[in-house]
């Protein structure tokens, strides 16, 4: 096993290339690295993947490594998580994670509990990745944001980056883990550029890291909204407001120490997520910053959530549905007592 | 349903009461007015009346107990309940009465003797102060005192940046005063804990103390350590003066008046306002408060039986008060302050104090101010002494005053002034009477 140091990309890196290549980067690097890992999914090969992410990786690796599924998601999943059983290591591609519900029952009935359920005899090393949230016009039934669904399960991990960085040292530190890690992108952030480093690194799960120091309000944010947050407290500088954003990168585990640490700084908390708001992965923070920063609070954590609504198909409303920098620029005035 | 009694909110600072004495017990029959208990706040003793006509289900706490305001502390069976099961039903009607009808509101089963209205800035949402818990904890770690405070917050809440702002002005010295003659609010407490430790030693042993005890550590350790006191001194020949009270009081005695040498001093004191108003005045940080009335406070102190200690009853515009009336309002004061204690309305407002330990003997002493005033005046016996008098040797009856000052308001010249101005008025004591 080669020697891996974390680093903090952002020091090192000069070149600048996409969020779609810096998940390939990692794929890579981690398949050569290791001949027990494997992509399957649809379209991955041939066409060299749905958005990309996998081009040229048919020509690396070849057709046993890199793998075209049949329309199956719940067929090729279940698949998949035998082959982790057996000690292999797959990356799962879901088209959308929209897709995955009809893969419920491998994904959540089997492999986050199969460590428990066969007594330490069998772990499930997998990875399932694909996009998650609204991509922008493509209606309810493929808009789905499965973070509140899903890291309601003991057993999973759940990585959600924001910026090709942090793309690809999630997805390094997923590939090693031996655990499920459920990796969730947005087609929105695909072709976001940023500079990445060459050589592998890992990002640690379970570390936040500060996107924009502040002092006034803390932002605790996963995902694409973590940039819909920094525009947000770029827009709320220009009113004297100083907003310190944080990129919780995994939610399972969470980094709850950094939320805290940040909230008895600033007495204010407001949680951005795209989930749905009832019984969300933001609810879970919120919930957890009232119970260790009680005496910190100024004013109860406020939310920000896409809305209770099934996502809707118009262009303006899919906008306005989102949690996006001028609801969150709202939400920040009102739990600063400044509406 | 029973009626479940809270502990009341009986004064602005305070957070909790103890029960000195029930005067009810279980099985009771009460009707409104009724007391039910003797409360001890931070300030004094009052009596606790019920609003409900009943019977005493249910006692929660015993004499002594200390509570938050908004506990329950009894439970009365009204309209024919049965009251034993009226008292069983205890935990439950404890659990549902709901904490924030417990405080002031005015559908509390439970008020204060007189109906006092609260000078709070939370008197009218009927509940207990509306804060966050940031702001809770800032105001404890700055010793900002909340009530004083109207919030910025929705609904009145008290928020950090009132808590800010509230130090802020503390910290430059000035609290606002909400009208001329409210008491700059209390600065910050330095802590009346003890400054060495103390082990108790063989043989001795420990008082509770009481919730008076406290209140009196805590601001004359603030008034001493906060305010820089000086004391200046004058003697002041007392026969003219002697002679006329003697004189009045012969007159007076059918009518039951009976003129003391501290109703003499009061409004001698008092009417000297009139050329020096600083001696009515509060040092308020950034500028110095001159009050629009004249409130004498009289420092009383209070027998064992009632927990001695002592309280400064206060006789409103006693500049414009006539002998016979400072001496009425002083004894009916004194009178309710040894028997069934005093309300707030007695006690606050102050604007200059008068400490008379001369009924004891005591030739002269010192006294330290009472806040926010920027004087208190000490006042010894009136006693015989040789004395010389147009280069004649003879005997004369002088009294020693000592005035305590707070430099930051009244240099030591203006205090010579006042003292002239008092000696004046009590060595021609004919100007006392109009």
């Known amino acids: 096993m080669s020697t891996v140091t974390v680093i903090d990309p952002t020091m090192t890196a000069t070149r600048e290339i996409e969020f779609r290549d810096a998940l390939r980067e990692a794929m890579s690097q981690e398949m050569r690295r290791d001949p027990r890992v494997f992509l399957l999914g649809e379209e991955v090969a041939q066409y060299n993947g749905a958005y990309k992410v996998s081009k040229g990786m048919l020509d690396e690796f070849g057709p046993r490594r890199i793998i075209d599924t049949p329309i199956s998601e719940s067929g090729f999943a279940g698949m998949a998580i035998g082959a982790a059983m057996m000690g292999l290591r797959p990356i799962v591609e879901f088209m959308s994670w929209s897709f995955s519900l009809v893969a419920a029952d491998p994904i959540l009935n089997n492999a986050p509990k199969m460590l428990y359920m066969s007594g330490g005899q069998f772990g499930c090393p997998i990875v399932f990745r694909g996009n998650d949230g609204a991509g922008g016009q493509l209606g309810s039934t493929h808009s789905w944001c499965v973070e509140g669904l899903y890291s309601n399960v003991p057993g999973l991990k759940m990585a959600i980056p924001s910026c090709p960085e942090d793309a690809k040292g999630l997805m390094t530190t997923a590939i090693r883990d031996d655990d499920p890690v459920f990796f969730l992108e947005s087609e929105r952030m695909l072709g976001m550029k940023g500079h990445v480093p060459e050589g592998d690194y890992l990002v640690p799960f379970g570390q936040a890291k500060v996107r924009r120091e502040g002092t006034d309000c803390t932002l605790v944010s996963f995902g694409r909204p973590v940039n819909f947050c920094l525009d947000a407290a770029a827009e709320l500088a220009k009113e004297g407001i100083s907003c310190e954003v944080l990129d919780m990168r995994t939610i399972r585990p969470l980094d709850i120490d950094s939320i805290v640490r940040s909230v008895r700084k600033t007495n204010y908390g407001v949680v951005v997520d795209q989930s749905w708001s009832f019984g969300s992965p933001g609810s879970e923070v919120a919930s957890q910053v009232h119970q260790h920063c009680f005496d910190d609070l100024d004013n109860f954590v406020h939310r920000v959530h896409s809305a209770d609504v099934p996502t809707p198909y118009a262009f303006n409303l899919e906008q306005e549905y989102l949690p996006n920098a001028r609801r969150i620029c709202e939400a920040v005035r009102s739990c600063l007592y400044r509406a | ?434």
């Not at chain 2, 001369?358 to 009472?370: E, L």
């Open chain 2, 1 to 434: 349903m029973p009626t479940t009694v809270t502990m009341p909110r009986l004064s602005d600072t305070m957070e909790a009461g103890t029960v000195i004495k029930w005067h009810v017990k279980e099985g009771d029959t009460v009707a409104t007015g009724d007391v039910l208990a003797d409360v001890e706040t931070d300030k004094a003793t009052m009596e606790m009346q019920t609003y409900d006509d009943g019977v005493v289900a249910k006692l929660l706490i015993g004499a002594g107990d200390r509570v938050a305001i908004g506990t329950p502390i009894a439970v009365i069976a009204v309209d024919g309940e049965d009251a034993s099961s009226a008292g069983a039903a205890k935990p439950a009607a404890a659990a549902a009465a709901p904490a924030p009808r417990a405080a002031a509101s005015t559908d509390s089963p439970v008020a204060v003797t007189g109906t006092v209205v609260m000078p709070s800035a939370h008197a009218d949402t009927g509940a207990r102060a509306r804060i966050s818990p940031v702001a809770r904890r800032m105001a404890e770690e700055l010793g900002v005192d909340i009530n004083s405070l109207r919030g910025t917050g929705p609904g009145g809440r008290v928020i950090k940046r009132d808590i800010e702002a509230a130090a802020t002005r503390k910290g430059s010295g000035a609290v606002a005063a909400p009208a001329s003659i409210m008491p700059v609010v209390a600065a910050p407490a330095p802590a009346a804990a003890a400054s060495m430790p103390v082990v108790a030693g063989p043989g001795s042993r420990e008082v509770a103390v009481s919730g008076m005890r406290q209140t009196i550590a805590r601001r004359l350790v603030e008034s001493k350590s906060t305010i820089p006191h000086y004391q200046v001194s004058m003697r002041f020949n007392m026969d003219p003066l002697l002679e006329l009270r003697k004189m009045l009081n012969a007159q007076l005695e059918p009518q039951g008046v009976k003129l003391s040498v501290n109703d003499f001093i009061v409004r001698a004191c008092a009417l000297a306002m009139a050329q020096h108003p600083y001696f009515n005045a509060s040092w308020a940080g950034d500028r110095i408060i001159i009050h629009g009335e004249v409130n004498v406070g009289v420092a009383v102190s209070l027998p064992a039986e009632r927990g001695g200690g002592l309280v400064v009853a206060v006789i409103r515009n006693a500049d414009q008060k006539g002998l016979r009336q400072i001496s009425l309002d002083t004894r009916a004061l004194a009178e309710k302050a040894r028997t069934r204690g005093l309300g707030p309305e007695d006690m606050m407002g102050a604007t200059f104090t008068i400490s008379n330990l001369g009924m004891y003997g005591v030739d002269h002493f010192t006294a330290i101010i009472n806040p926010p005033n920027s004087a208190i005046l000490a006042c010894g016996a009136a006693v015989e002494r040789p004395v010389v008098r147009n280069s004649q040797l003879c005997v004369g009856t002088e009294l020693d005053a000592t005035l305590s000052l707070d430099h930051r308001v009244i240099d030591g010249a203006m205090a010579a002034e006042y003292l002239t101005t008092v000696r004046h008025n009590l060595e021609n004591p004919a100007t006392l009477l109009v």
